[in-house]
């Protein structure tokens, strides 16, 4: 298994440290996405550069993409919209993804009408 961390400089919306982004497998025909911390405006470029990494990945050697934010505290409409980039790409990559979402996340989704399309997990 693989591992890649890239951290994001900066502060969240609420003065939080910047966001943390890891891209672990294939492990069992699953790569996995995780990112912690606020997802806000000032992370999109990264958060765009780990989901193509992340799809690429389990294009090549995996069924499911797997995006856990469970550890999110702020998810910013910017970086929804990577992650809605995410799925329409996996849809044409035909790799199966799931969301593993926070609180916030869950909340940011449902009210934005994506629940549907970003397929949420727990």
């Known amino acids: 298994?693989?591992?890649?961390?890239?951290?994001?400089?900066?502060?969240?919306?609420a003065g939080e440290p910047?966001?943390?982004?890891a891209v672990t497998g294939p492990l069992a025909e699953v790569v996995t996405?995780?990112?912690?911390?606020?997802l806000d405006a000032g992370v999109v470029d990264r958060l765009a550069t780990a989901t193509e990494t992340t799809l690429q990945?389990?294009?090549a050697h995996?069924?499911?993409?797997?995006?856990?934010?469970?550890?999110v505290t702020y998810l910013a409409m910017e970086a929804l919209r990577q992650?809605?980039?995410l799925a329409r790409a996996c849809r044409?990559?035909?790799?199966r993804l799931r969301v593993l979402p926070s609180l916030v996340a869950r909340k940011k989704i449902v009210l934005a009408g994506l629940a549907e399309f970003l397929p949420l997990e727990g």
Request: no cysteine; hydrophobic share 60%; aromatic share 4%.
């Open 62 to 71: 995996a069924d499911f993409l797997v995006v856990d934010l469970t550890a």
């Open 18 to 21: 910047g966001a943390v982004f």
């Open 83 to 85: 992650l809605v980039i």
């Open 33 to 38: 996405l995780t990112a912690r911390g606020p």
């Open 1 to 13: 298994m693989s591992t890649t961390h890239a951290d994001v400089a900066g502060r969240g919306a």
């Open 92 to 95: 044409l990559a035909d790799v």
């Open 57 to 59: 990945r389990a294009a």
